[in-house]
C-alpha cells in the first residue's frame, strides 16, 4: 500500500508555486530568466536534504539527480522522471497567492483579488469529478503554476517517499527539472548523460490517469515585410507601409477553420504569435502545428503562398519567409519502445484509475528527450485551466500522480 502525505504534497506545492520561475521567449540568455534557478536551488537543497546526495544545478538551469537501485537484479534500465519549472510568459507568474479551498462543494468559486475571475462548474465540468475533495486555486490577479509545479512537486513528493521505503524495489531513478518550457527551449541545453537514462517520463498532464503518447509536430515561420518608406509628408505614390501589410496578411487568415481557436482533435493549425515593426519593416512569428509531418510542411507552404500573394500586390516590397523545426511527434520514437506507455498504463491502473490514452495539442519536453534518446510519454499531474487565472488542480489528482511514480519504478524492476 503506497501512502503519499496529501499534506505534505499540498504544503510543497503551494510553496513552488509562490516563487515566480516565468520564462521569456524574447530572451537569449539560458535560462532566459535567472528567477528560474530560484526555485531550482531550493529544490537542489530538499533533494539533498532527502540524502540524495548526487543531486546537482548546472549553470543553464537544470537539476539532475539520482536515487540509487535497491534492486538485485543488475538489468533494470535507469528511468527518468522530468518536469519544468518555468511558468508560461502568457498570464503573470508574480505574487502567486494559492488558495487551498478544502471540500470543494460545486459551487463557482469568486477568486478573491479579481472577482471578475470566477471558476465555473459549468465551463470546467472536470471539477465535478471533485465535488467534496480539496482543489487549489490562484487567487484572481495570476495563474496558479500548476504547469509544471505540479509535476515537480509530485516528483519530489514521490522521491521522498521511494528514499524513505527502501521496502519499495526499484532500479536506478534519474530526476531531472528543466527550465524553459515553456518558450520552447527546454531541452536546449540539457547534458544527456547527466540525465543517463533509457527511458523516461515527463509529468506535465491534465486529468488523472490520463497517459499522452502522441504530440503535435511543430515548426515556426517568420514573415519578413520589407516596405517602402518615404517621408509621409510627401509620400502619395511612394510609401508602402509594411505594418499595413502585415495587417493584411493577417486578415487574410482563415477565420473557421487553420487556426486554434476553430480546431480541435487531430486537426492541425497556423497562429500567429507575435507582430512588431515600423512602416519601413514588420515582423509576424507564427507557430505551425499538426500531428501529421506532411500536412505540416502543407501548412508552411500555405502560409508562404498565402502571403507572398498578399506582398506581390504592392511594387517594390518584399518579403523573407523562414521557417524551422521546433519538435516532433513523440509517437514516431514510442511506438517503437512500446514498452515505455505500457509500464505507466500498468502503474496507473495500479493506483485504481483508468487509463486515458491521449494525443497532447501542444508538446512537451518529451516531445525532444524521445528524439534525443530517451523515450518519453507524459504522465498525467491534474493540472487544469493552464495559462490563466482561473488554473486549479485537485490534490486527489497529485496525490494518484505521485502514487503512479511510485508504482512505475516498481514496475520497471519487476518486468526486467
Given at each position: 500500500?503506497?501512502?503519499?502525505?496529501?499534506?505534505?504534497?499540498?504544503?510543497?506545492?503551494?510553496?513552488?508555486?509562490?516563487?515566480?520561475?516565468?520564462?521569456?521567449?524574447?530572451?537569449?540568455?539560458?535560462?532566459?530568466?535567472?528567477?528560474?534557478?530560484?526555485?531550482?536551488?531550493?529544490?537542489?537543497?530538499?533533494?539533498?536534504?532527502?540524502?540524495?546526495?548526487?543531486?546537482?544545478?548546472?549553470?543553464?538551469?537544470?537539476?539532475?539527480?539520482?536515487?540509487?537501485?535497491?534492486?538485485?537484479?543488475?538489468?533494470?534500465?535507469?528511468?527518468?522522471?522530468?518536469?519544468?519549472?518555468?511558468?508560461?510568459?502568457?498570464?503573470?507568474?508574480?505574487?502567486?497567492?494559492?488558495?487551498?479551498?478544502?471540500?470543494?462543494?460545486?459551487?463557482?468559486?469568486?477568486?478573491?483579488?479579481?472577482?471578475?475571475?470566477?471558476?465555473?462548474?459549468?465551463?470546467?465540468?472536470?471539477?465535478?469529478?471533485?465535488?467534496?475533495?480539496?482543489?487549489?486555486?490562484?487567487?484572481?490577479?495570476?495563474?496558479?503554476?500548476?504547469?509544471?509545479?505540479?509535476?515537480?512537486?509530485?516528483?519530489?513528493?514521490?522521491?521522498?517517499?521511494?528514499?524513505?521505503?527502501?521496502?519499495?524495489?526499484?532500479?536506478?531513478?534519474?530526476?531531472?527539472?528543466?527550465?524553459?518550457?515553456?518558450?520552447?527551449?527546454?531541452?536546449?541545453?540539457?547534458?544527456?548523460?547527466?540525465?543517463?537514462?533509457?527511458?523516461?517520463?515527463?509529468?506535465?498532464?491534465?486529468?488523472?490517469?490520463?497517459?499522452?503518447?502522441?504530440?503535435?509536430?511543430?515548426?515556426?515561420?517568420?514573415?519578413?515585410?520589407?516596405?517602402?518608406?518615404?517621408?509621409?509628408?510627401?509620400?502619395?505614390?511612394?510609401?508602402?507601409?509594411?505594418?499595413?501589410?502585415?495587417?493584411?496578411?493577417?486578415?487574410?487568415?482563415?477565420?473557421?477553420?487553420?487556426?486554434?481557436?476553430?480546431?480541435?482533435?487531430?486537426?492541425?493549425?497556423?497562429?500567429?504569435?507575435?507582430?512588431?515593426?515600423?512602416?519601413?519593416?514588420?515582423?509576424?512569428?507564427?507557430?505551425?502545428?499538426?500531428?501529421?509531418?506532411?500536412?505540416?510542411?502543407?501548412?508552411?507552404?500555405?502560409?508562404?503562398?498565402?502571403?507572398?500573394?498578399?506582398?506581390?500586390?504592392?511594387?517594390?516590397?518584399?518579403m523573407e519567409f523562414t521557417i524551422s523545426e521546433q519538435y516532433r511527434n513523440m509517437k514516431e520514437?514510442?511506438?517503437?519502445?512500446?514498452?515505455?506507455?505500457?509500464?505507466?498504463?500498468?502503474?496507473?491502473?495500479?493506483?485504481?484509475?483508468?487509463?486515458k490514452t491521449e494525443s497532447i495539442r501542444g508538446g512537451t519536453d518529451g516531445s525532444k528527450l524521445?528524439?534525443?534518446?530517451?523515450?518519453?510519454?507524459?504522465?498525467?499531474?491534474?493540472?487544469?485551466?493552464?495559462?490563466?487565472?482561473?488554473?486549479?488542480?485537485?490534490?486527489?489528482?497529485?496525490?494518484?500522480?505521485?502514487?503512479?511514480?511510485?508504482?512505475?519504478?516498481?514496475?520497471?524492476?519487476?518486468?526486467?
Amino acid at each position: 500500500m503506497i501512502n503519499i502525505n496529501a499534506e505534505a504534497l499540498v504544503e510543497r506545492f503551494m510553496r513552488y508555486v509562490q516563487i515566480d520561475t516565468q520564462s521569456d521567449p524574447q530572451s537569449e540568455t539560458y535560462p532566459t530568466t535567472e528567477k528560474q534557478k530560484n526555485l531550482s536551488r531550493v529544490l537542489l537543497n530538499e533533494l539533498h536534504a532527502m540524502g540524495i546526495g548526487g543531486a546537482e544545478l548546472d549553470d543553464n538551469g537544470y537539476v539532475y539527480a539520482t536515487i540509487p537501485s535497491n534492486s538485485k537484479k543488475d538489468n533494470v534500465p535507469a528511468i527518468c522522471f522530468c518536469s519544468h519549472v518555468d511558468t508560461a510568459p502568457d498570464c503573470s507568474g508574480a505574487n502567486v497567492k494559492p488558495i487551498l479551498h478544502k471540500k470543494y462543494d460545486g459551487n463557482d468559486i469568486i477568486l478573491p483579488d479579481d472577482i471578475t475571475q470566477v471558476l465555473k462548474l459549468k465551463d470546467a465540468p472536470y471539477l465535478k469529478q471533485h465535488i467534496g475533495s480539496d482543489i487549489i486555486t490562484a487567487s484572481g490577479n495570476t495563474l496558479l503554476g500548476a504547469d509544471d509545479k505540479s509535476g515537480v512537486a509530485v516528483i519530489m513528493q514521490a522521491a521522498e517517499y521511494l528514499v524513505n521505503n527502501p521496502s519499495v524495489i526499484h532500479g536506478k531513478i534519474k530526476i531531472v527539472f528543466t527550465p524553459d518550457e515553456e518558450v520552447g527551449k527546454g531541452t536546449a541545453k540539457i547534458d544527456m548523460n547527466k540525465v543517463g537514462a533509457q527511458f523516461g517520463y515527463t509529468l506535465d498532464g491534465g486529468d488523472a490517469g490520463s497517459l499522452e503518447d502522441e504530440t503535435f509536430s511543430a515548426d515556426g515561420a517568420k514573415i519578413v515585410i520589407n516596405g517602402v518608406i518615404a517621408h509621409p509628408g510627401y509620400a502619395k505614390g511612394k510609401l508602402v507601409n509594411a505594418i499595413k501589410i502585415a495587417g493584411e496578411i493577417l486578415d487574410a487568415l482563415p477565420k473557421n477553420e487553420w487556426a486554434p481557436e476553430a480546431t480541435e482533435h487531430k486537426e492541425g493549425f497556423v497562429h500567429p504569435v507575435r507582430v512588431e515593426g515600423i512602416a519601413e519593416k514588420a515582423t509576424i512569428d507564427f507557430i505551425v502545428r499538426d500531428f501529421d509531418l506532411q500536412k505540416l510542411k502543407a501548412h508552411g507552404k500555405k502560409l508562404e503562398a498565402l502571403a507572398q500573394h498578399i506582398v506581390d500586390k504592392y511594387p517594390g516590397t518584399t518579403m523573407e519567409f523562414t521557417i524551422s523545426e521546433q519538435y516532433r511527434n513523440m509517437k514516431e520514437i514510442l511506438d517503437k519502445h512500446p514498452e515505455v506507455a505500457a509500464y505507466a498504463a500498468e502503474a496507473i491502473r495500479r493506483t485504481g484509475l483508468e487509463v486515458k490514452t491521449e494525443s497532447i495539442r501542444g508538446g512537451t519536453d518529451g516531445s525532444k528527450l524521445s528524439y534525443m534518446g530517451l523515450p518519453c510519454p507524459n504522465i498525467f499531474t491534474g493540472m487544469q485551466g493552464i495559462h490563466s487565472k482561473i488554473e486549479w488542480i485537485g490534490v486527489k489528482d497529485m496525490m494518484k500522480s505521485a502514487e503512479t511514480i511510485v508504482h512505475l519504478c516498481m514496475v520497471w524492476e519487476e518486468k526486467s
